[in-house]
């Protein structure tokens, strides 16, 4: 059972910084996409970007330009890097992963969120002075 731990939300002030990771366990085979999505108030779950086993990144045309989603060192963790932070960027942040590669294509997978089966829990990233 692939389970995702997301860390790194918190509050911060307009024109900040954060780093959100997606700790992922349990893949039963090595390939495999993980999006960041985001709940903001007032509006849907919003794709942000996307990353596959094989290094490939695709981002919401919305989102480009803020938002740098790595891999990390540890096992399957990916980090989710947000600059300029305004207070629209406020909400609950989640990782969410498939097997297979199929959701990278032209940014399938930030179109279909419901199509995710594995989500973690969430982390609150809060903007405000």
């Known amino acids: 059972q692939v389970q995702l731990v997301e860390s790194g939300g918190g509050l911060v002030q307009p024109g900040g910084s954060l780093r959100l990771s997606c700790s992922a366990s349990?893949?039963?085979?090595?390939?495999?996409?993980i999006g960041w999505f985001r709940q903001v108030p007032g509006k849907g779950r919003e794709g942000i970007s996307l990353?596959?086993?094989?290094?490939?990144?695709h981002y919401s045309d919305v989102m480009k330009g803020r938002f740098t989603v790595s891999r990390g060192d540890a096992g399957i963790t990916v980090h989710l890097q947000i600059n300029g932070l305004n207070a629209e960027d406020t909400g609950a942040y989640f990782c969410a992963a498939e097997y297979g590669l199929g959701y990278m294509a032209d940014g399938w997978g930030l179109r279909h969120p419901d199509e995710f089966d594995y989500w973690g829990q969430g982390t609150q990233v809060t903007v405000s002075s």
């Open positions: 349990g893949f039963a085979h090595g390939q495999w996409t």
């Open positions: 990353i596959s086993s094989d290094g490939r990144t």
